[in-house]
């Protein structure tokens, strides 16, 4: 019989008891008993169970989440030690997440047998006895469309039917602990730096501000089911009255940036805020919460000594954050002391009231400052009049003697002989206006002359510190130069040793490194890359300045690798130390020794090869004018050169392609265009049949129909919108989306996309753009065979010398027919116009 309303009542009668809560917050109180409390709770539980006492039941539950909660959170000494990896705190961890299942189950079936009781199981009341009014509580109101719970967002994940994907967007400020759920395919965290989310903010400029490693996420941003933005919790929700998340607000500009003014990869649905933020996260879910730096240790390499002392000699010789050397122009040299002997004391005979007391600074003063930079002052030459004969100078001004400058270049001397005689009063010679600064006339209808002030000594340039600069600028080389050394030796030291043609060297698969490889064969074989990447041209492009790149630790070890591919002297490398690495400057998650996406991983090593070679110090915040197409070469230089206070890199001018996208209202009919730069093309491929690259691309820039806010009717209006491709890069690459959502499953989709040698993308170009080069050779083709869990890479590569095809399954390398490349295994495409 069930003796409660509702869960919320029960709960409200389950809490532990005071004594219980001051017995488990004592010092003294071990992780030990605290388990044994719990097993004991557990027993109890499953006891009440099995006689159908589903109301006690939930109450031991309940005390065993409340005992966790206690422990964890509020216990001085054991909230600090239950997140280590003892056997005790593993265990602890696992009933606590076993607890919350259960608890849900049996909430479940709570709620349906509160909800089909029927007047028969109430208590029965006399007529004539008036029925006490019990006080009901008050149901929790839904929560808002924009708000999510921990534990609603678990579910939606782990539903078995319908499997899920959500990325958990954290823009804390202080993120010592993070979000680390048990499968990180499930939900994928991506850390967003909170002081790059100003106003405005686009989708484009967040994705060039976050870590090069946290990037991947945001390019497939369509692929994932729900995107949850976490906060700290620290606040409220930031939630209106309307159940929206408030305009002011940064979770409001975060929600813009991904949702609103997203023109390259647009989520499934709006985003959501985690109600309560982290705190609510780590309350419900402690198991899934771990240290920021709590990353396993990695090896470099064979070499760990030699590489690990490079590689931290190189993080000393770069500038700390945010700090730039120049030099100081403005910097006054410090003056020549002057010997110290006294003065001359000068006798000055005293003057009349009328007249101004002369400077008594003798001629060293006065020239300490020019003593490097000559300044000539101009001379002053006052017209004479006839003197009153009441007034006379009572003293007259002794002249000063002081060298005699070269006279000074002013206007030509007209010839005054033809005019009457003038009388001068004190007329000076043009070094005595250095000396004086007031000319004294004698006559009370003559003006006195305002003083002339003297010039300020003008900065000499300390040219010292440029010299510092140029100093560290070429230690720093040194240092990315001895990097690239103690790669290329221990690549050569863990490789297979025999002469083969240059490029024809396999790489050695690690643990599930397929993905890597055949990524790194299509890239060694680019020209373009292939040149930008060598020993000799490396070091000067990488800007040491750059804080979002790896300051030339990841560029070093890739072309380390580069150069010893193509040196002939191997059959296979081992990549060991170039993925150690990537791991440790780039994205540790891909070298995890797990099976991986090719695609993303190329994205995430061109991205961070272009930020190490990004030119752009301190990238200012990019803001776009509204384009409207009426000019669209105009609208495009300007695109490009706002673009370019943001990023510019040799890798942009290799990989770089612009698409633009003309708008137009349907209400008010008028047009604005979008341009947007990208890396690759990535293509949706239909479900069943065959198709074709040209077909797939038709529909990738085909007409749409969209809702978004127009810039003129300031309201969210529906438009059509047509992408075409504008500027042309001199590598395109082409990602076929094989692995997605289809229907309720996560799935390969294994269609035939067939694909020729050469490529043409003037169909596809926008009627003014330059269609020059607009033709492309096929030179590389990264394949996938087997399903979205357990499956292969590898690539078939042109060799740029030889203009043979080459197979690369990891080690093994061989020959091919041209005519083989093309099968449905064909997963990243990569062309050329050179």
């Keep these: 019989m069930l003796k409660y309303k509702s869960v919320h009542e029960l709960e409200q009668h389950s809490g532990l008891p005071e004594a219980l809560q001051r017995k488990m917050l004592n010092d003294r109180m071990t992780l ?16 009440e169970r099995m006689h159908g006492n589903v109301e006690n039941e939930y109450s031991y539950l309940f005390r065993i989440c409340e005992i966790c909660i206690l422990v964890t959170q509020r216990h001085p000494i054991l909230k600090r030690t239950v997140t280590n990896a003892s056997p005790d705190s593993r265990r602890l961890r696992d009933v606590w997440k076993s607890t919350l299942k259960d608890l849900d189950e049996v909430s479940i079936r709570l709620n349906k047998l509160y909800s089909e009781r029927t007047p028969m199981n109430a208590v029965q009341v006399p007529q004539n006895e008036v029925q006490p009014q019990v006080p009901t509580t008050p149901e929790k109101p839904p929560l808002p469309s924009c708000l999510i719970m921990p534990m609603d967002l678990v579910k939606f994940v782990e539903d078995k039917q319908e499997p899920k994907t959500a990325l958990i967007v954290d823009f804390r400020e202080q993120k010592t602990l993070i979000v680390k ?68 607000s940064i979770a409001r500009l975060l929600y813009a940036a991904l949702y609103e003014y997203n023109m390259r990869s647009l989520p499934k649905s709006a985003p959501v805020y985690m109600k309560g933020g982290f705190k609510n996260w780590r309350t419900t879910y402690p198991m899934y919460t771990a240290s920021a730096d709590g990353s396993a240790k990695m090896s470099w390499g064979s070499d760990e000594g030699n590489i690990s002392k490079a590689i931290a000699a190189l993080r000393k010789s770069r500038p700390a954050a945010f700090e730039m050397e120049y030099p100081d122009l ?20 005293p003057k009349s009231p009328a007249q101004p007391i002369a400077p008594t600074s003798s001629s060293e003063d006065l020239h300490a400052p020019l003593a490097k930079i ?25 002249a000063a003697v002081v060298p005699k400058p070269e006279p000074p270049r002013g206007p030509p001397v007209f010839d005054r002989s ?33 003083s002339l002030p003297v010039a300020p000594a003008r900065p000499s340039v300390d040219r010292s510190t440029k010299e510092a600069v140029a100093r560290k600028e070429a230690d ?37 490194t397929c993905f890597m490889n055949s990524t790194l064969q299509a890239l060694a074989n680019t020209p373009p890359l292939r040149e930008l990447f060598t020993v000799r041209n490396f070091a000067r492009h990488v800007n040491r300045y750059s804080k979002r790149g790896t300051q030339g630790e990841i560029s070093a070890a890739f072309t380390a690798l580069l150069d010893t591919l193509w040196c002939g002297e191997f059959t296979a490398l081992n990549p060991q130390v170039f993925r150690s690495i990537f791991a440790h400057s780039v994205n540790r998650f891909l070298a995890n020794g797990q099976q991986h996406d090719a695609a993303e991983f190329e994205n995430v090593l061109i991205d961070a090869l272009h930020e190490d070679t990004n030119s752009v110090s301190c990238p200012k915040q990019i803001i776009y004018p509204d384009f409207t197409g009426e000019n669209i070469h105009a609208d495009s230089m300007k695109y490009e050169s706002i673009s370019k206070q943001f990023s510019d890199s040799p890798i942009n001018s290799i990989f770089n392609l612009h698409t633009v996208a003309p708008k137009r209202c349907t209400s008010c009919g008028r047009q604005t265009v979008n341009f947007s730069a990208q ?28 809702e978004v806010q127009c810039v003129f009717c300031k309201k969210t209006q529906r438009m059509s919108r047509h992408t075409k491709l504008w500027k042309l890069p001199k590598v395109l690459v082409i990602q076929l989306k094989r692995f997605g959502e289809y229907g309720n499953a996560l799935r390969k989709n294994e269609i035939n996309v067939r694909f020729g040698n050469h490529l043409s993308l003037k169909p596809f170009m926008h009627d003014q753009a330059d269609v020059s080069k607009s033709v492309y050779s096929l030179y590389s083709v990264t394949n996938h065979v087997g399903n979205l869990n357990s499956g292969h890479y590898y690539a078939y590569v042109k060799n740029p010398v030889t203009k043979q095809w080459l197979e690369f399954n990891d080690e093994a390398v061989k020959p091919m027919s041209e005519d083989s490349l093309q099968s449905r295994a064909a997963f990243v495409l990569y062309y050329t116009n050179t």
Excluded: H, W
């Design 418 to 450: 033809a005019k009457p005689k003038e009388t001068t009063f004190d007329a000076r010679v043009p070094g005595e206006a250095l000396q004086a600064n007031v000319q004294v006339v004698s006559s009370r209808e003559v003006p006195q002359v305002p």
């Design 330 to 349: 403005m910097a006054k040299p410090k003056p020549t002391p002057l010997p110290r002997q006294p003065s001359p004391v000068q006798q000055v005979e």
């Design 374 to 398: 000559q300044v000539t002052q101009p001379s002053v030459y006052l017209p004479s009049r006839p003197a009153s004969p009441s007034v006379a100078p009572s003293v007259p001004t002794p």
């Design 679 to 706: 890396l690759c093309i990535t293509m949706d491929i239909p479900l069943d049949g065959e198709t074709t690259m040209e077909d797939c691309l038709t529909r990738s820039f085909s007409a749409e129909s969209i």
């Design 32 to 47: 030990e008993e605290t388990l044994k409390k719990v097993d004991t709770l557990k027993k109890a539980a499953k006891k």
């Design 476 to 512: 720093f080389q040194r240092d990315l130069l001895a990097v690239y050394e103690v790669c290329t030796q221990d690549l050569r030291n863990m490789s297979r040793y025999a002469r083969v043609q240059p490029g024809y060297t396999g790489l050695v698969n690690i643990t599930n």
């Design 181 to 248: 759920f048990k499968k990180e395919t499930q939900i994928t965290v991506l850390d967003v730096p909170r002081d790059c989310i100003k106003r405005p903010l686009i989708f484009e400029t967040l994705i060039q501000s976050v870590a090069v490693g946290e990037r991947a996420p945001l390019t497939k941003l369509s692929s994932f089911n729900k995107i949850v933005l976490l906060d700290s919790g620290d606040e409220a929700d930031p939630v209106d009255e309307n159940g929206e998340i408030r305009g002011d």
